[in-house]
Every structure is written in C-alpha cells, then in structure tokens.
C-alpha cells in the first residue's frame, strides 16, 4: 500500500494536554450534565454506579482502546477516516463499507445536536437579557415550547430558533475549518477548563443550597435530599436487566464510542504516542465530570426548590431548560443572570467541544481520497449538516429530532461499535491489536483486557444491540423473562413496525385524531393567533414500589386500589391552522381516535418516514462517495 504523494500534508496535534483534552471534549457532552442524572434517578439511584462501572470497564475502556488504537494505525498509513482505515486492517474490501457508519453517524448526528447547542447559546442570551425575571414555572416552561416552535418569536425575531441554529452551526464550521491545532485543539483547552469551573460552582450550590429556597408548604424541599435520593443505592434494582441496559446505553452516549470520531482524532497522533493511557485519561476524566458534576447540579437545585416528590415525577431532560431558568431567578435578578450564563455557558462548552469532533470524519475523508482543503472540507461539512439539520428544527414538533437521535444517535453507534470490535479482535487479530495498543506506552495495559477486548466486549455490546431490538413493552424485562414478552414501541422492531402509532396512520387526513383519551382543558389560540390550540388533560395513576419509587399503575394485577395514590395530569397541546374547524368543546371526554379538528392535515407519520427516508438517503450518499474514492484509489493504484 502507498500513500498518495499528491496528499495534503498530515495534521498534528499541538500537545499532549490539548490532544487529551479534545478527546475528553469529544466524549464530555451534553449527555454528561441531562441524561445521567435522570438514568441514575431511575435505575436504582446509588446502585446504578455499579453496572454503571462494570459496563465502563467491560466495554467503555476496552472500546476506547481499539478506537484509539485503530485511528493510530490507520494515520501511519495516511488515513484519516474510518473506511479507509478499516480498509487497511482487513483484505476484504467490503470491511470498508462498515466503514461509512463512522461517517455518517457524525454527520447525522451533527444535525440535530447542533440544533440543541443552539438552544444553549440562546438561553445564555434570554438570561443575561432577563427574559425569565419574574415568570412563573409554568410560564418559564411554556417558553421552550413557543422556542421549538419556530413561527412563534420569543424576541420579536423572525424564526429565531432557525437564526440560532445557523449562527451555531457557522461557528463550528469556521472553527473547524481553522484545522487541529488552531481550531479544534484552541477551543478545547479553553472550553474543558470553563465547562470544569462552571460545573464545580454551580456544583457547590447544589451542595449548599439545603433547604433555604423551600416554601413554607414544601416539607420535602432540600437539595440534601436529592442528593441522598440520587445516591442512595436501591439494590432490589441490581438484578433488573432495564437496569444493565440503561448503565450499556449510558457509556455509548457518554463515551462517544461507536461513532468514528475518536479513531479520527488518534490517526492524527505521532507513531509512538502512549495510546493507552491518554484513552484511559480521557475516559476518566469524562467519568469524574458526569459522575461528581453532572450529579450534583440539576436533582440536587430542583429538589432544593420543588420538592423531592415533583422531581420523581418530573425528571427528564426538558429539566434542564424547562425548570433550571425559573430556578435561578430566585437568587436574584443579577446573581440568576451569572447563574444562567453559567449553566447554559456549560452545556454549551459541553456541547461545542463534541460537535467539533463529528466534523472531522469526513473532513479527513475528503481530504485524503479527494485532496480537497481544509477550509473546503469544513464548509462542506457544514453544508451537509444543515441540509440534514433544517428538518430537525422546522419540524421538531413533528418528530424529525427524535427519529434522527434514536437511528443515528443510538441504533447506529451500537451497530458499528459492534462491527469494529469483531475486524479489531478477529480480523484484524487479537495479537497486533494488542501490540498496536500497547505500542509505546509507559506502563503495559494488564494482560487480561486481552481476554476482554476478543470476547467480552463484544459480547456485551451484541447484548445491548438484541435488547434493543427485542426491548419488552415498558422496558419491564422481568416480565418478559417471565413469558409475557410483548415488544415495547421502542423497541427497534417496534420503530420499524411504527407500533406506538394508536392514530392518524395516514400520511394525508381529511381531519386530526386524538392519540390519547381524557378531558379536553383548554381551547384557545396560540402567539401568532394563526393557529388553534386544543389541550388533553391525561389521567395517570400511580402505585409506590417497596424502595419508595413511584411507578405509573396502568392496571396490573396484585396491586390493591387503596394503593393507587393521587392521579397526575398530563397535558397533551394540539396546534391546528385557523382554517381547521375544532370538533370538541372545553369539557368533553374523550377516547383515543376522537376527530379533534376536520380540515387537510398532514400527520406525524409523513414527517417520520421523512426524517428515514433521509437518514437513508444520507448513508447511501456516503457509501457512493466512499465507492468512488475506492475507483479513484484503484485508478492510483493506492490499494
């Protein structure tokens, strides 16, 4: 194999320290600060650390070093992106094409996570501007929804969440196409130490706060007892497989595995660079940020506030910009104002430092197989990422966003972690594997990891790939386990199947049917007062469990109803154009497939098949390209 001598000369990275800490930057995300504290609430608390660990060990490391070890060995041969670099560790072509998925996935998921990052920058603006002075919680939460819906401006701009995501995405793109070092490596050592700072003083509030900001009603309102509720471990939740599943999915998202950035970023370190213990440091380090900071910001402020009880019932990701906001407001205007720019200051920085990495795969392809420069690489990276992106945000409400997260940021990770592990253990060969990690390390990585990398680790992540395939309705695998295996709506069969579907299975409707049963609340008009807003109220009971956690009563047996405790109310908002006739009145009950609204409609359904059809069309795009860079090579005779 030669390289091209018409290849633009190789990038390097500046430092050590830099290299470490764009590779934390990569896997510190925004994961870290709103998906682990809500696993950790609902998988066990305390107990979760256990598998949580077991899975980092097992899989998380083992995978940081084959992706470390991979990228490495693929930059002595002068690429840079994951299909040629798996080309090179295999003699069948074909390898290659799993290649494709280290490409793909980032551009993909650069859609929609640029547009979350966008959220963050213009939430520092709103609380530095004092947007949410003096607004109730339910008002501070209603902003993010007017936010998400973009024909609503919540600052007399036109399409603003639309402005945000360009100038969002702009800046990465400008940043990117600055290179490694001027770039990508600049904004990691500024960006890690202000995430870190961020993190630890608003950390230290969590661990202050106690019970100073309780209402004289809220009994339960102590920052000490989210603390000791996050923590405390419930061990009846060891043996649950939801449990071990949840720790699986949780390393994917946290460690950027499986996504073909880190082998990027390792084919640019020099030959005998220590491998092994820069991916140790920076899998550490990304352990200590979610596992001290991302735990001790969020649960611990709410609890403070709201009560332990409201965030059993209310933890979940919309926390973060639906309740943090009113919460700072009650320290003040000026220090809620730091608070805020602080907060949303640190997922941005979280969020920058991992955007940063997905666009390198294909700016490394593109500049190996086609020569392009780096200033054309990025900004074609950014073309492509807004192409893919734009859907996400004009039709969040529609579900593009969550089609784009589940396929591209989980199926898809799983599925190449998977592919790579098999060519690195078993293609490739578990014997140079292990001499390419350990090449130039200071300390030898233990002997026994090698047993783990061939046949652990693959093991556990075909694992996590058939629960997600086979995933038993309302994850209750116990259940299952049990003979009753009735597959969840999430599941991957049950995605394709579209089984969470109850209504409005057609593209195209001569009206609109309700996808849930109860009261209808309110009719009214929306901001723009273009459109008609129908509310549902849900009735949800609940039942407590012997560890005290509360659990939605959806009618099991053995459950006595002097044990179903007071019902929630969940809302479900409708918006209808002006010109569709609302068919129901304040008051009514209704069943689900009730006709809410007759007039042309377009559902949900169209907009999810959409958001496939191009997913699809992108994965295809790549393989071709990756196709006729293979014709070029072979024409070069680089093969």
């Known amino acids: ?71 490495r060995f693929g930059g002595k041969s002068g690429n840079h992106s994951t299909p040629f670099i798996l080309d090179n560790m295999t003699k069948r072509r074909f390898w290659k094409y799993f290649g494709v998925f280290g490409i793909f996935t980032n551009i993909a998921v650069a859609a929609y996570y640029c547009y979350i990052e966008s959220w963050t920058m213009s939430y520092v603006y709103h609380s530095l501007k004092g947007t949410f002075i003096g607004k109730s919680q339910g008002e501070v939460a209603s902003f993010f929804n007017s936010y998400v819906d973009v024909w609503v401006s919540t600052t007399g701009i036109p399409l603003e969440a639309v402005l945000f995501y360009i100038v969002c995405l702009s800046l990465n793109t400008y940043i990117l196409s600055k290179g490694l070092s001027g770039g990508v490596e600049r904004v990691a050592k500024i960006g890690m130490p202000m995430l870190i700072l961020f993190g630890v ?51 994917f998202f946290t460690l950027s595995v499986g996504m073909g950035t880190i082998q990027c970023y390792a084919s640019y370190v020099k030959h005998r660079d220590d491998i092994a213990l820069n991916a140790v440091t920076a899998g550490f380090m990304n352990g200590f940020v979610e596992i ?65 990495a997905m666009g390198t795969p294909w700016m490394g392809f593109m500049r190996d197989e086609f020569n392009w ?21 004009m039709f969040y409400n529609e579900g593009f966003f969550d089609e784009y997260d589940y396929w591209a940021g989980t199926i898809s990770l799983v599925v190449f972690a998977l592919a790579e ?11 140079k594997g292990w001499r390419e990690i350990n090449a130039g390390a200071d300390i030898q990585v233990p002997s026994f990891f090698k047993f783990i990398i061939q046949f652990v680790t693959p093991t556990l992540i075909l694992i996590v790939f058939l629960g997600a395939l086979f995933t038993p309705k309302d994850n209750d695998w116990g259940k299952a386990f049990g003979g009753d295996w009735e597959l969840d709506a999430g599941s991957i069969i049950g995605k394709i199947q579209n089984k969470g579907l109850v209504a409005n299975r ?33 009735t949800q009971s609940f039942y407590k469990l012997p560890n005290g956690k509360a659990k939605r009563y959806t009618g099991e047996t053995g459950i006595a109803q002097e044990e179903v405790y007071d019902s929630s109310i969940v809302v479900k908002t409708y918006r209808f154009k002006k010109k569709m006739e609302i068919q129901v009145k304040e008051g009514d009950t209704i069943a689900v497939k009730t006709i809410l609204a007759k007039g042309d409609v377009i559902n949900n359904i169209f907009y999810t098949d959409m958001a496939r059809l191009l997913l699809m069309s992108l994965f295809i795009f790549i393989g071709v390209v990756v196709w006729l860079a293979t014709l070029k090579r072979e024409k070069e005779n680089r093969l």
Do not use: H
Not at 421 to 431: D, M, N, S, V
Not at 524 to 535: A, F, I, L, S, T
């Open 292 to 356: 001290v900071l991302g735990a001790s910001i969020v649960i611990p402020i709410a609890v403070g506030y709201l009560g332990l009880d409201w965030v059993k019932e209310n933890a979940g990701f919309s926390m973060a910009f639906q309740t943090m906001p009113y919460l700072f407001t009650q320290w003040g205007d000026v220090i809620g104002a730091v608070a805020g720019l602080m907060w949303f200051g640190l997922l941005f920085f979280a969020g920058i430092t991992s955007s940063l």
């Open 373 to 393: 420069s780096q200033n054309k690489s990025a900004w074609s990276f950014g073309a492509l990422v807004f192409i893919m992106g734009i859907p996400t945000v």
């Open 201 to 251: 003083l608003l950390a230290i509030r969590g661990f202050t706060l106690g019970d100073t900001g309780a209402s004289a009603t809220c009994t339960d309102c102590n920052s000490y007892l989210g603390l000791n509720f996050l923590w405390e471990p419930q061990f009846d939740s060891i043996s649950n497989p939801k449990v071990w599943m949840a720790a699986a999915g949780q390393i």
């Open 1 to 71: 194999m030669s390289e091209n001598s018409n290849q633009p000369k190789s990038e390097s990275w500046g430092s050590r320290v830099g290299l470490i800490l764009a590779m934390a930057g990569n896997a510190v995300g925004l994961g870290n600060f709103l998906r682990f504290p809500v696993q950790a609430v609902q998988n066990g608390g305390g107990v979760f650390i256990i598998p949580y660990i077991i899975c980092f060990l097992l899989m998380g490391i083992p995978l940081l070093w084959i992706e470390w070890a991979t990228g």
């Open 421 to 431: 592990t098999i060519i690195f253990a078993w293609i490739f060969g578990i014997k």
């Open 506 to 538: 057609d593209y195209f409707a001569e009206g609109f049917e309700s996808e849930v049963a109860g009261e209808v609340l309110l009719i009214g008009e929306n901001e723009r007062k273009n459109r008609n807003v129908v509310q549902i109220g849900q």
